[in-house]
């Protein structure tokens, strides 16, 4: 079964302190993974990719096929990171078009 | 902005009614998905439509149903509406059939089941 997992509903941090939101998946396929971010009173947006390898506002994410994780990582968080960040697969194959999301982690950052 | 409209933003209406949601995709998106996301649930995957037909369902129970439209544009109707149903619905688009490229979100419609 295809399934995404972030494990804390909510993680409180101090401004400076690293971060790292974790989030594991379940897919017998090859992944596609993202991280989507919630500001207050914002839409749902893409925060970042693993095909893309990139680092957005600070954030990175690396894919662990072996673990099977997708940790988002920043070193030093900042007030404005504060938000609700969810991970999610993609899977692709037939009638099974899917973008699965985790139940999201709450980020606090503390002054 | 994303692209992607979402009417109504609220809708509070009875047990036992029916709804329709609708959802306007980007610009050039044939793909539309619909999620619901409620506080113990996160964001559920209901549907998903390509280019007018169904290509994927999740956990959509048998009183919802949805469809797009040769405009593009779609819609999820909700029936015989229970307390639970009340949550955050979103639409969001993308261009092709596979959700590998990026999901735009339009800003959801919150429904009050009471």
């Known amino acids: 079964a295809q399934r995404v997992t972030q494990p804390e509903k909510l993680l409180s941090v101090f401004k400076g302190a690293p971060v790292e939101l974790k989030c594991n998946y379940s897919?017998?396929?090859?992944?596609?993974l993202f991280w989507y971010v919630q500001y207050s009173r914002q839409r749902l947006q893409l925060l970042l990719r693993h095909i893309s390898r990139e680092s957005i506002k600070g954030f990175t994410a690396d894919l662990n096929k072996g673990e099977t994780s997708f940790h988002l990582k920043k070193p030093f968080a900042q007030e404005e990171d504060s938000a609700m960040y969810y991970c999610?697969?993609?899977?692709?194959?037939?009638?099974?078009?899917?973008?699965?999301f985790g139940t999201g982690t709450l980020l606090a950052v503390q002054p | 902005d994303s692209g992607v409209t979402q009417t109504p933003k609220h809708l509070i209406t009875a047990t036992g009614q029916r709804v329709t949601l609708r959802c306007s995709p980007r610009s050039g998106d044939l793909s539309v998905y619909w999620y619901q996301q409620s506080l113990d649930q996160g964001l559920q995957f209901l549907i998903q439509y390509y280019n007018g037909e169904e290509r994927a369902k999740g956990n959509i129970l048998e009183r919802f149903s949805a469809q797009q439209f040769p405009d593009l544009h779609s819609e999820l109707n909700l029936s015989s509406l229970e307390l639970g149903d009340s949550a955050l619905y979103f639409c969001?688009?993308?261009?092709?059939?596979?959700?590998?490229?990026?999901?735009?979100f339009g800003q959801g419609t919150r429904l009050t089941v009471v």
């Open positions: 897919y017998s396929g090859s992944p596609e």
């Open positions: 999610a697969l993609s899977t692709y194959g037939g009638a099974t078009n899917k973008l699965i």
């Open positions: 969001a688009s993308s261009v092709g059939l596979t959700p590998g490229t990026e999901a735009f």
